[in-house]
């Protein structure tokens, strides 16, 4: 199984911060990273796919990059909407595989 | 719209089977491939494994092999998760979602709103 890990666990950042998370793999998966947004008591919610498209309706300020074994989700300016717990999630072979995730808190 | 709407919360005893269903509207189910994943109380996201509605053939999490069983009726659009041997560690929310195509492999979108799942004696 792919393993998928993610840093940090946790993070506090004042709004309007550049915020970064990445999301390492235990072996090559090519650009098959999504990338997802979960608030409390509610599903999670695609931000991006494929490691760097942003899924329509998505603001702009996140955004992905990344290949083979590293990856990175940015938020460009952290609004007081954007608390909740991110994921990664591979898509290259299965069993489909997350990361641990990171916590987001707004300062 | 795409709408997804799964069965209402579940308590369990020990021992026991669930089964959860995800009924979707606003597109052909036949489509897209239907994943679960398992969420514990305030852990991360867990693959379940998938079934695909329109030829019934399914994969699952070495985990959850031989306790689980995913299922498509494609007359009612509906999925369905059975999860057998209940034990206290398979207290969860269970989240059905659909698999997108996109940027050349596949991403989860279109969410249920979830199935909590209580074992307990």
């Known amino acids: 199984d792919i393993q998928m890990t993610q840093s940090p666990s946790s993070l506090s950042a004042s709004v309007g911060d550049r915020v970064t998370i990445t999301c390492r793999a235990s072996q090559t998966i090519n650009v098959f990273v999504n990338w997802y947004q979960q608030k409390p008591g509610k599903a999670p919610k695609v931000l991006i796919y494929?490691?760097?498209s942003l899924q329509s309706g998505v603001p702009s300020r996140f955004s992905g990059s990344g290949s083979g074994t590293d990856f990175t989700l940015t938020i460009s300016s952290l609004q007081p909407e954007d608390f909740g717990t991110y994921y990664c999630?591979?898509?290259?072979?299965?069993?489909?595989?997350f990361g641990g995730g990171t916590k987001v808190e707004i300062k | 719209e795409v709408q997804v709407v799964q069965s209402g919360a579940e308590l369990k005893r020990p021992g026991t089977t669930v089964i959860i269903s995800c009924k979707v509207s606003g597109y052909n189910f036949n489509a897209y491939y239907i994943h679960w994943v398992q969420q514990a109380p305030g852990k991360g996201l867990e693959w379940m494994g998938l079934?695909?509605?329109?030829?019934?053939?399914?994969i699952y999490a070495e985990k959850f092999q031989g306790r689980v069983t995913m299922t498509a009726d494609t007359s009612a659009d509906t999925a369905y998760m059975e999860l057998g041997s209940l034990r206290s560690q398979d207290t969860a929310i269970y989240y059905c979602t659909m698999g997108i195509p996109g940027g050349g492999s596949y991403f989860f979108d279109n969410w249920g709103q979830g199935t909590l799942v209580t074992v307990s004696s």
């Open positions: 999630q591979q898509s290259y072979s299965t069993p489909r595989t």
């Open positions: 494929a490691a760097s």
């Open positions: 079934v695909d509605p329109k030829h019934g053939e399914t």
